[in-house]
């Protein structure tokens, strides 16, 4: 690096980019949900922020895969339209 300093580097699941995105869209955690198809990048997000978490299965992570993390999200949806349902 032309700094000579080692970089920081930050994404999902990094909770200060969560607590950014919370801060610019002026909301708390307690008013967001974290929704996303990766038990490894999106749920270990929202659990390691405080904030509510939302599997969908209509992604990458499968009903069966679930039971293989140590950390579980709050709800389990078979896509995203079953937010809109209410399932």
């Not at 300093?5 to 994404?11: D, S």
């Not at 990048?41 to 969908?56: C, K, M, N, R, W």
Request: hydrophobic residues 40%; proline residues 6%; charged residues 25%.
């Amino acid at each position: 690096m032309a700094t000579g300093r080692k970089p920081y580097f930050i994404g999902k699941p990094n909770p200060l980019i969560m607590r950014h995105a919370i801060k610019k869209l002026g909301c708390t955690r307690d008013e967001t949900l974290i929704i996303g198809d990766r038990m490894d990048t999106d749920i270990i997000a929202g659990i390691e922020s405080g904030i509510e978490t939302a599997l969908v299965l209509s992604g990458i992570t499968k009903r069966a895969d679930i039971e293989l993390f140590p950390y579980q999200p709050d709800h389990v949806l078979n896509c995203v339209a079953d937010i809109i349902r209410g399932a």
